[in-house]
């Protein structure tokens, strides 16, 4: 069974900081890892999904990163803005199964 | 190009009330996934659901929960006699399910309150 964790639940960084954020997941047969980001009170914005074959995405400021023999994924966010500001969810499927499985998330917050 | 949309946005119920959730996918995709995230919890998958078809169910609590996605029109999450414990935001997905990626787009979810 696939369970996903992501760590630190919570991070507050200053305007122009580079920072990362952290994803495990138990299963190392993961097909597809997907990062999110959630607003309050809204819904769920893909940001970069990456394939079983694939190490890394980049888009914009944004890098994500998979390492499935260590379970692991990293999304990078380079020269942070207040408008970054979100809770940062990733999620990951298994080949065969069409659900993501969702880590609790990273509340960030970027000061001004 | 119009993304997932769910409605009501906000539905209000009182226990033992109906509570049916609507969700039309991204034009072009067939693929609808149901999610819920319960306060302070992480999303949850429930349902998989193609045209016409359940594929995955394992998500879905046994009893008073159902879904459907008909050949045509949205796809509808009904819970049936809503208890407190029911209150969560319920998210839909869709997919175009193009080769392997499976990507999915999320609409902006539906919060459900039980007085």
């Known amino acids: 069974k696939q369970e996903v964790t992501q760590i630190p639940a919570a991070l507050s960084v200053p305007e122009g900081e580079n920072l990362v954020l952290n994803c495990s997941f138990t299963?190392?047969?993961?097909?597809?890892l997907q990062w999110f980001r959630q607003d309050p009170g809204k819904g769920l914005t893909s940001l970069l999904l990456?394939?079983?074959?694939?190490r890394e995405q980049t888009s914009g400021r944004l890098n994500a990163s998979l390492d499935k023999s260590s379970g692991r994924s990293t999304l990078y966010i380079a020269a942070s803005q207040p408008g970054d500001s979100a809770t940062y969810l990733c999620a990951g499927s298994q080949g065969g199964s069409e659900k993501l499985v969702f880590g609790k998330g990273t509340k960030l917050t970027v000061n001004p | 190009n119009a993304g997932v949309m769910q409605n009501p946005r906000h539905l209000v119920r009182r226990r033992g009330q109906e509570a049916r959730l609507r969700c039309s996918p991204v034009k072009g995709h067939s693929h609808v996934y149901w999610y819920r995230q319960l306060p302070e919890e992480g999303l949850k998958f429930m349902v998989y659901l193609q045209k016409e078809n359940i594929i995955d169910e394992s998500g879905m609590p046994k009893e008073r929960f159902s879904a459907e996605f008909p050949k045509e029109g949205p796809s509808i999450l009904r819970i049936q006699q809503v208890v407190r414990g029911d209150s969560a935001a319920y998210f839909c997905?869709?997919?175009?399910?193009?080769?392997?990626?499976?990507?999915?787009?999320f609409g902006p979810g539906t919060r459900l309150t039980v007085l």
């Open positions: 997905a869709s997919s175009p399910r193009r080769q392997s990626i499976n990507e999915q787009f």
């Open positions: 299963d190392s047969a993961i097909y597809n």
């Open positions: 990456i394939q079983s074959s694939q």
